[in-house]
């Protein structure tokens, strides 16, 4: 049996994921550009670690303690977040210094993160393209 909300969901993922990349594209793009500036701190994007953490939580069942809130006030002792309240955090790197300048952008690592952030960008649309055209099969069938 087709779980079109399963597959909504995978969708939704990976075109979250491709929005990250794109960032992420963009702050390696920074970083590289202002490798000669003295002063600049690198950034970085912050995300699956967040959305893993948000999926391993509402998974759980062992901390889902039901609490009686008789107001409004009542603080509950646990809250599921959906998936959909994840966004990437761009973090600037206040706590290295690779020059004596102050830089630190290291031209070999934002070289490699740039390869990776590629083979992502290019494994989410892959992805995609792949739940779009079973969509489409299976919307032929029907």
């Known amino acids: 049996m087709f779980e079109s909300s399963q597959m909504m969901r995978n969708n939704y993922l990976l075109e979250r994921g491709l929005d990250t990349e794109s960032l992420r594209r963009k702050v390696i793009s920074n970083n590289i550009a202002n490798v000669d500036v003295p002063h600049f701190k690198r950034s970085e994007v912050n995300f699956e670690s967040e959305l893993k953490r948000v999926i391993n939580d509402n998974a759980r069942q062992d901390h ?7 107001d409004d006030r009542h603080i509950p002792f646990y809250e599921e977040r959906d998936i959909r309240s994840v966004r990437p955090r761009v973090n600037l790197d206040y706590n290295t210094t690779y020059r004596n300048d102050g830089n630190n952008v290291d031209i070999e690592k934002e070289m490699v993160d740039a390869s990776k952030n590629a083979m992502r960008y290019n ?3 892959t992805g995609l393209n792949q739940n779009y055209k079973v969509l489409k099969l299976i919307m ?3």
């Not at 889902?64 to 008789?70: G, I, R, V």
């Open 64 to 70: 889902k303690y039901p609490a009686l809130m008789s």
């Open 140 to 142: 032929r069938q029907v």
């Open 123 to 125: 494994a989410f649309l």
